[in-house]
């Protein structure tokens, strides 16, 4: 069965720091480009940021540029989204997915995980 489990979410003040972790199991997702998004209190889905297969390509949101940074470790199938400077506005359910493709260009994604909960309070 193939799965995305994150981890890495909690409670944590204004201006504080997550590393949130995205563990592939099932299959690699090596050969895959995979991105985070992010679901806040009464708000849709949105994208976060995203990561081509090899980790030399990223791209994130407008609103998190400069202050989080995606990475992944192919070799242990887990994908990261280190955030600083943490914001109440950054609270949400941060999910991981993984793309069919390999590039991050007007990619799709077809696999998710549950979600991890980050609050962040002022």
């Known amino acids: 069965q193939v799965q995305l489990v994150e981890s890495g979410g909690g409670l944590v003040q204004a201006g504080g720091s997550l590393r949130l972790s995205c563990a592939a199991s099932?299959?690699?997702?090596?050969?895959?480009?995979m991105g985070w998004f992010r679901q806040g209190p009464g708000k849709e889905r949105e994208f976060v940021a995203a990561?081509?297969?090899?980790?030399?390509?990223?791209d994130y949101s407008h609103s998190v540029k400069g202050r989080f940074t995606i990475s992944r470790d192919n070799a242990k199938n887990t994908m990261y989204l280190q955030m600083n400077s943490l914001k109440p506005e950054d609270t949400a359910v941060y999910y991981c997915?993984?793309?069919?493709?390999?590039?991050?260009?007007?990619?799709?994604?077809?696999?998710w995980g549950q979600g991890t909960q980050v609050t962040v309070s002022s």
């Open positions: 990561i081509n297969w090899s980790g030399s390509s990223t």
């Open positions: 997915a993984a793309s069919p493709r390999r590039y991050i260009t007007n990619t799709d994604y077809n696999t």
């Open positions: 099932g299959r690699t997702f090596s050969g895959n480009a």
